[in-house]
């Protein structure tokens, strides 16, 4: 080998080196993040009245979380919500309680600590587990986390099986509930009230954009027929539902070595234990044979001595859910010393806030309303809003309202008002206190889509039907049979509205998320605004053109539908990068800036240096 090759080779060697070296911090880094993220090394310390603030007796709140996902899904609350949400808790002292202390606070008149929290995630899903655990670990907080016992069983990778649960006992951080046995459907009908008999999970998830709320769950009722008479007898309902309590039994009691003592009776708010008297008698005799408590009830979530430890309240708290969203259902269900959380305190003083909380957070400005009534707020020291641009995203909820108003007086008897408003787009103007409406656009309509006539949905849903019920049927016969009926509702003719036929204007459901981007300029006696980059109203024409004020406003909106049984009375609405600029000119893109809720310097560097290491988290965890 020549000297030029035996140098060729050492470099090659060298880099080959150099290579493996990077490569190994590269997988040690990972290794590190996902362990960092992942691990539980402490163990919960309990709390005691010595360092718990003890304030008399005033019961504890109880927060139930459907599952924790990590980034976040319609259902399921992501990490970063999660932990904003313990945080606030934790600010407003709140101490973690266990399934004992509540027990013994019924049965023994334990003392608790000022703000005691009673924290559950249901379903007992393994992604809730693993992301949950750290945080709880951060907080120092304890939580149940409540299976279905058929779970424990089961091939589906999704839920925490035996072995997983005995792990997350060790550090103190967990203790075992119940949701029961199974999770599963009966008496189920469409939004057009055709009867769709029982069905599992996986079944009910593929039709829930097509079922209303006419649904129960297994342990309510007893299974009835489309005219809803029972298609059972007392004897043959009082097996039924003791077969699953007495599988419950026999599984948590086999993997476990003990039934959980607490239970969340699936579903809530029927007034007793179910939706009908014997069903309810028959609920509660085995609740008390196998459990110590239960949570009965939904919606409040402030329990007092004068409950029933069976008879126990919880709240949900949904997955978009802002901090003060939490905090004020908290504080309305007659919880004392709530102190709602600002976010950025530098930006929230800018601002008045006149009814409701306003939280300002990664540069967004987030305005909960009171309980039933509105939320406002006003820029402070300045009247001299009249020609601007004003951009921002709106990502509130559909149902409710988003509103802002410029060119504002003090009591806002002048305005000019912009506005979404239950997935509408709405323009108006107060002059001296009388209100006129100037435009009202359909968002749906908006987009180009087209509302289908009655006759179209129904064949539409059924056609839909047909095709899970057939995908998921139990063998080939049933599946052929709902084959034909697909063929048959294919072949049924239906008028359109542009044919005469009655629009199907479909219901929204208050949990339906709003995304848009907005863009006002308002000049003179001129309005013109964009949605998503789109004309909505173009030379509007307005009466009001004297300078004035900037107020924000969100609007709840009445309870609104919503599929699962969940009411709320607070509503959140949410303006994002929202930036005001003085406009001279449509033209023109360098505008003076008048208000910016946009960071700038060492705070956009953390939230970009934030953004970049959730963005490498999930980019290892997915790797991994």
């Known amino acids: 080998m020549s000297l030029a090759d035996k140098e060729f080779s050492a ?33 919960y310390e309990p709390y005691t009245l010595r360092n718990a603030e003890y304030g008399g007796d005033e019961g504890f709140v109880a927060i139930s979380y459907f599952g924790v996902d990590r980034t976040g899904t319609n259902s399921l609350i992501g990490v970063e919500q999660l932990e904003h949400h313990l945080e606030v808790l934790k600010k407003n002292g ?101 009867y769709l008999g029982n069905m599992n999970p996986l079944v009910y998830s593929h039709l829930t954009s097509v079922l209303g709320r006419s649904y129960n769950h297994y342990l309510m009722d007893y299974i009835r027929d489309e005219k809803d008479f029972p298609v059972e007898s007392y004897l043959a309902m009082k097996e039924r539902i003791s077969n699953d309590y007495t599988m419950l039994r026999d599984i948590y009691s086999a993997d476990l070595g003990y039934v959980p003592e607490s239970y969340t009776l699936m579903h809530a708010n029927t007034g007793r234990f179910g939706n009908n008297n014997d069903v309810s008698a028959l609920n509660e005799q085995w609740m008390r044979k196998l459990f110590k408590m239960n949570f009965n009830r939904e919606g409040d979530c402030h329990n007092i001595r004068n409950s029933s430890v069976y008879d126990l309240t919880r709240m949900e708290p949904r997955a978009y859910w802002p901090a003060n969203h939490l905090l004020m259902r908290i504080k309305y269900d007659n919880v004392p010393d709530i102190q709602f959380e600002p976010g950025d305190t530098e930006q929230h003083s800018e601002w008045d806030v006149l009814e409701g909380a306003a939280e300002f957070r990664n540069e967004s400005i987030i305005l909960t309303t009171l309980p039933k009534r509105d939320g406002l707020m006003q820029l402070k020291n300045r009247e001299d809003f009249c020609n601007v641009r004003i951009t921002t995203e709106f990502k509130g909820n559909q149902f409710g309202t988003q509103q802002i108003f410029i060119r504002a007086d003090e009591k806002r008897q002048n305005a000019i008002r912009i506005a979404f408003e239950n997935n509408h787009f709405i323009a108006g103007e107060m002059i ?61 003719e239906t008028r359109s509205v542009r044919q005469g036929a009655e629009a199907y204007i479909p219901t929204i459901s208050y949990h339906a998320r709003l995304d848009r981007k907005l863009e006002i ?104």
């Open 11 to 43: 470099k090659k060697n060298r880099t080959k080196k150099i290579r493996a070296v990077i490569e190994a911090i590269v997988l040690l880094s990972l290794l590190y993040i996902i362990i960092n993220a992942l691990v539980v090394f402490a163990k």
């Open 94 to 194: 709140f101490a973690t309680i266990t399934g004992k202390d509540v027990q013994e606070y019924y049965s023994k008149g334990k003392a608790l600590p000022k703000h005691s929290l009673y924290l559950n995630f249901e379903d007992g899903r393994k992604d809730t587990a693993a992301f949950a655990e750290k945080l709880l670990e951060k907080y120092n907080y304890h939580a149940t986390i409540s299976t279905y016992a058929e779970n424990l069983r089961n091939n589906d990778d999704k839920f925490l099986k035996s072995a997983d649960l005995k792990n997350l006992e060790k550090n103190g951080f967990w203790e075992m509930g119940s949701n029961g046995y199974r999770l599963y459907y009966i008496n189920v009908f469409d939004r057009w009230n055709r």
């Open 432 to 492: 001296n206190g009388v209100y006129g409406k100037l435009a009202d656009i359909d968002l749906r309509t908006f987009d180009g889509g087209e509302y289908r006539s009655v006759e179209e949905d129904r064949k539409e849903v059924a056609m839909y039907e047909r095709e899970v019920f057939g995908r998921y049927a139990q063998n080939t016969v049933m599946a052929r049979k709902q084959i034909n009926a697909l063929e048959k509702e294919r072949e049924k």
């Open 521 to 624: 300029f308002l000049k003179d006696d001129h309005l013109n605004v964009l949605i998503d980059g789109k004309p909505a109203v173009s030379n509007l024409k307005v009466r009001n053109v004297k300078p004035g004020r900037l107020f924000l406003g969100a609007g709840w909106q009445g309870y609104g539908y919503s599929q699962v049984n969940l009411a709320d009375d607070v509503y959140d609405a949410v303006f994002s990068e929202f930036k005001v600029e003085q406009l001279f000119n449509e033209e023109k893109n360098d505008l003076p800036v008048l208000y910016d809720v946009h960071y700038t310097g060492a705070k956009k560097m953390k939230l970009l240096l934030k953004r970049k290491w959730e963005a490498l988290l999930d980019w290892a965890l997915q790797v991994f």
